[in-house]
C-alpha cells in the first residue's frame, strides 16, 4: 500500500516515523514550505522535512494545495491513503477524493470534543482529567470528518500543551498503526459525529497570555501550563515578565500582591496564592523564585495587572 503522508511541526514526526517503519511503502511527504524561525528569523525546513529528508524520502512544499498543478503532483504519487497529522491547512476535495482509503487524520483530542486548532490547550485549560486521540476521516469541514478508532489518556498533574501534544500524537500514531489492517479490509466502519456534541476551541493569539490576577490560583496554573509554549504567560513589571512554572497553594492575599513565600516568589489572585517556581523577565534569562527574589527585592509589594 502507497502512503502520502501530510505533516509539518515536531510532534506529527513520530507518526511519520511509526508509519516508516511498517511493511507500508511512503510514496511522498507533504509538508508546510520553510518559513523564517527563531530570533534571527533564519528561513528553517519544517521538522517533518528534516526527518524525511533524513530518510530519504520524497518531499513536496506547495504554498497551497488549490493549484491543478499540485493535485496532479499528488496523483502523480498514486496514494491508496493519505494520513493527516498536523499538516496546516485544509484539504481541497480534489485532494480528498483522491485516495482509495480515503484520507485519514490524527486528531490530539476525543472528538467531537474540542474541535479546531487549540484542542490540548483547552483541556488542560478546562481543568479536564482525561484527553485522548482520535483517528477519523477527513472531510471539508473543522475536524468533523467520522470517527475511525479512539484512545483516551489521562492528563497528568504537570502537563503542559507542548508534552501532552507530543504524548498524544504518539498515542495516535500507535492507534493509527494498529486499526490501518482493519481499515483497509473495511472491517472498520467509520461513525459520523454527534454534532449536538461538539465543542470547539479558537486560535490563541499573544494576547491570550496575559495573567488575570483577579482568578483564581488553580485557573491561573493551569493556563501558564496550558499556553506553554504558545502564547506563553505573562504580567508587567519592568517590560514583560513571563511565568514559566507555578503552582497553585491556599493562602490569603490581594490580586496581584508580589510577597515572598516560603523564600520563593509569590503573587496573589482572586482566590489563593501563585507560588512561582520559574519565571523570565524580558530580556533575561529563565531563573527559579528564589533566584528571581534575590536580584530583585524592590518587586515585594508591587501590585501586578
Known sequence: MRIVFMGTPQFAVPVLEGLSAT????????TQPDRPAGRGKKVEPT?????????????????????????????????????????????PPQVLNLPKYNCLNIHPSMLPNYRGPSPVASAILNGDKHTGSTVMVLDSGMDSGPLVAQAEEKIADADTTQILTNRLFKVGTKLLIDILPQWIQNEIKAIPQEEIDAT???????????????????????????????PGSFTSWKGRLKILKAHAVSHDAGPGLVMELDNTFAIGTGQGVLKVTQLQLEGRK??????FLRGHQDIIGEILI
Request: hydrophobic fraction near 45%; glycine fraction near 6%; charge should be negative.
Open 200 to 230: 470547539f476551541t479558537k486560535l490563541l493569539t499573544r494576547q491570550d497570555g496575559q495573567i488575570v490576577w483577579t482568578q483564581a490560583a488553580q485557573l491561573i496554573e493551569r493556563q501558564i501550563r496550558a499556553y506553554s509554549p504558545w
Open 23 to 30: 511493511e507500508y511503502h511512503i510514496a511522498g511527504v507533504v
Open 47 to 91: 521538522p517533518v522535512k528534516k526527518f524525511a529528508l533524513d530518510s530519504g524520502l520524497k518531499v513536496l512544499q506547495p504554498p497551497t494545495l488549490h493549484s491543478p498543478s499540485v493535485v496532479t503532483e499528488l496523483q502523480e504519487l498514486d496514494p491508496d491513503l493519505i494520513v493527516v497529522a498536523a499538516y496546516g491547512s485544509f484539504l
Open 286 to 291: 529563565a531563573v527559579s523564585g528564589t533566584e
